[in-house]
């Protein structure tokens, strides 16, 4: 199949809707598609390819997560689209690329799959004032319904997506589809005890200090501040505990500040932020990965640790409730002073039962791998086919079992 990506962000940048298109690139282009990927691009001011990628000119808004934001309408656009000749377009993206995506695919006649990443009442206060954001949010529902209602398939990571789309006034139903992670990038292997003594080493951290730690951008959807009230409820210098909080966003100076209003800087170190490829080490460094976040939809920097072997303490979220299982990659909690037991549970573990653990965690998202998830996606790209018959026939081979819809009018 000849598969055409619309994403508003996609590399050199990192996120977490990046790394997953990257490893659906990866897992597609391993069954033998040909993907092409289409971004916006402010470096840019005209439309070129390069490799697999298109880059749509677009101008950045440093306010709204630095987003690159494009034309949605484009002949330029279009016309390499027309030439790529896509079976289907997928949009992982709901502003000016994914708009576009939308319409190309009208114009094309082509099916559209629509991977939902974000739940995005809890992004509202990036662009309306406090007094603004129920109008706002109401506003917001009309927009996106569009992308679910329009799609021929829609997918999420959550069953929290789910949840959204019928909350934005969507009745389409969504395929639950967890998110991927690069398993050998973080494995515990793939780092050395220099690398993770050096960390150590930098920030002060004793070699048998116990760590936890949260990965991911610090925006106020992230909640990190949960974390650093309960940090500052429940763990005492007596504990031997650290916590870790690696990466950077426009929260950063106000969390820094609380941790010295709640008097532990002495205990929680951030370090600010850090290129993914150098991420491993730090993961590798600590102990346990925690998270109060009821924003993310199965967290891809979640998933890394997990990898990594460390188990994970999420802050107890209904709709993500199967995603850490008690005892088999971690544990819920819903108070600090849960969470101050559980983490007190996993140090004092002797070595064989906290090796055990780690080998449970990590084979836990042995199935969260480029594979699977090109896998999952190929099914809902075929059955696309078999539910809504394009109006020109596809341009690849189906599966045996599909053979007979290549009867095409």
């Known amino acids: 199949m000849r598969i055409a990506i619309f994403t508003e962000t996609y590399l050199p940048q990192i996120n977490g809707v990046v790394t997953h ?19 916006a691009d402010s470096k840019t001011r005209k439309h070129y390819i390069d490799g697999d990628v298109l880059h749509c000119p677009a101008h950045n808004l440093k306010r709204i997560y630095g987003l690159d934001l494009a034309s949605p309408v484009s002949r330029a656009r279009l016309h390499y689209l027309r ?12 502003f000016s690329i994914g708009l576009s995506g939308m319409n190309i695919a009208k114009i094309l006649h082509v099916p559209v799959v629509y991977t939902l990443h974000t739940m995005y009442d809890d992004y509202i206060y990036y662009i309306a004032p406090k007094a603004l954001v129920p109008l706002t949010t109401k506003l917001s529902h009309r927009y996106f319904r569009y992308f679910p209602q329009h799609a021929n398939a829609v997918t999420g990571p959550s069953k929290k997506c789910q949840e959204y789309t019928a909350e934005i006034g969507s009745d389409k139903k969504v395929e639950v589809i967890p998110n991927p992670v690069e ?11 220099e690398q993770r003594a050096k ?17 991911g951008r610090l925006g106020q959807e992230k909640s990190v501040d949960v ?4 940090w500052a409820q429940e763990m005492k210098p007596e504990d031997g505990m650290y916590l870790l909080i690696v990466g950077d966003g426009p929260e950063k100076p106000h969390l820094e500040q609380l941790a010295r209003e709640l008097r532990i800087t002495d205990r929680v170190i951030f370090t600010g932020k850090v290129m993914h490829p150098d991420l491993p080490p730090y993961i590798h460094t600590c102990d346990i990965y925690v998270t109060a976040s009821l924003s993310d939809t199965n967290s891809i920097s979640m998933l890394e640790g997990m990898a990594g072997g460390l188990p994970v303490l999420q802050l107890y979220d209904e709709l993500n409730a199967d995603q850490v299982r008690d005892g088999v990659n971690g544990y819920m909690f819903r108070n600090a002073k849960e969470m101050g037991q559980r983490l007190r549970q996993i140090r004092d573990m002797d070595p064989q ?33 078999q539910s809504h018959p394009p109006k020109r026939p596809p341009l690849f081979h189906l599966p045996a079992q599909l053979k007979t819809l290549s009867r095409r009018k």
């Open 199 to 215: 960390i150590r080493e930098q920030f002060g951290i004793p070699k048998d200090a116990t760590v936890a730690c949260f990965v």
């Open 83 to 94: 030439e790529f000749n896509p079976d289907i377009i997928h949009v992982h993206n709901e």
């Open 183 to 193: 398993l050998d990038a973080f494995a515990p292997e793939s780092s050395t005890p």
């Open 227 to 230: 974390l650093l009230h309960f």
């Open 353 to 385: 039962e906290l090796q055990a653990l780690k080998n449970s965690v990590i084979q836990s998202v042995k199935n969260s791998g480029a594979q699977t998830l090109a896998n999952y996606i190929q099914t809902i790209y075929y059955n696309i086919y």
């Open 21 to 39: 298109i990257k490893i659906l690139k990866e897992g597609l282009e391993a069954l033998g598609h040909t993907v092409l990927i289409v971004t």
